[in-house]
T-cell receptor, first 111, second 116 residues
Framework: GESVGLHLPTLSVQEGDNSIINCAYS??????FIWYKQESGKGPQFIID?????DKRQGQRVTVLLNKTVKHLSLQIAATQPGDSAVYFC??????????FGSGTKLNVKP | NAGVMQNPRHLVRRRGQEARLRCSPM?????VYWYRQLPEEGLKFMVY????????ESGMPKERFSAEFPKEGPSILRIQQVVRGDSAAYFC??????????????FGPGTRLTVL
């Protein structure tokens, strides 16, 4: 299958700073993407999604950017908090309900 | 409104035994997905089911693994004759059957399988 990968496996940021987590995807036919947050010992939690007809979507403190030209996805977290410490995955929808997940980026928020 | 339920949360089996993992989707959801996650890795799609139907099992190993989602009751992921390589966290997700929300999958807390 197509691959979904991340540039940075671990990201450390200071509390209050902004965080940017990146994701590359290789299937140009993918038309829907989701960012998930996974805390230790828990299942993935939906954060935000974006469809391929959009370049940007904003939620509460989070923004997802999609660059279809270079097949790149990013998640921006504003004013990062200790509770944001987790592993973040991007998921790429290949067709219908089948998703491919990247290997994840671990976000460490330093107080 | 309860979320996706999985049980057991932790399961220990010896090599050669069978493992049965159960998943109850969110109320009103008729689509179930199973994923496997190895330590420090992402989730790998295994199978997608609707009630009484397997829609996509392209991620399931050809042998020893099976899944079902009966008309009544939870979805079951069954692993026969477990081996140490089956040790992983198994996550179930569910989604509604239609509408834009059908694309969003809600995940359960997972079952952590350890094979001794």
């Amino acid at each position: 299958g197509e691959s979904v990968g991340l540039h940075l496996p671990t990201l450390s940021v200071q509390e209050g700073d902004n965080s940017i987590i990146n994701c590359a995807y290789s299937n140009s036919a993918s038309d829907y993407f989701i960012w998930y947050k996974q805390e230790s010992g828990k299942g993935p939690q939906f954060i935000i999604d974006i469809r391929s007809n959009m370049d940007k979507r904003q939620g509460q403190r989070v923004t997802v950017l999609l660059n279809k030209t270079v097949k790149h996805l990013s998640l921006q977290i504003a004013a990062t908090q200790p509770g944001d410490s987790a592993v973040y995955f991007c998921a790429e929808n290949e067709y219908f309900n089948k998703f491919y997940f990247g290997s994840g980026t671990k976000l460490n928020v330093k107080p | 409104n309860a979320g996706v339920m999985q049980n057991p949360r932790h399961l220990v089996r010896r090599r050669g035994q069978e493992a049965r993992l159960r998943c109850s989707p969110m109320k009103g959801h008729s689509h179930v997905y199973w994923y496997r996650q190895l330590p420090e890795e992402g989730l790998k799609f295994m199978v997608y089911l609707q009630k009484e139907n397997i829609i996509d099992e392209s991620g399931m190993p050809k042998e020893r693994f099976s899944a079902e989602f009966p008309k009544e009751g939870p979805s079951i992921l069954r692993i026969q004759q477990v081996v140490r390589g089956d040790s992983a966290a198994y996550f179930c997700a569910s989604s509604p059957s239609s509408g834009l929300a059908a694309w969003e999958q809600f995940f359960g807390p997972g079952t952590r399988l350890t094979v001794l």
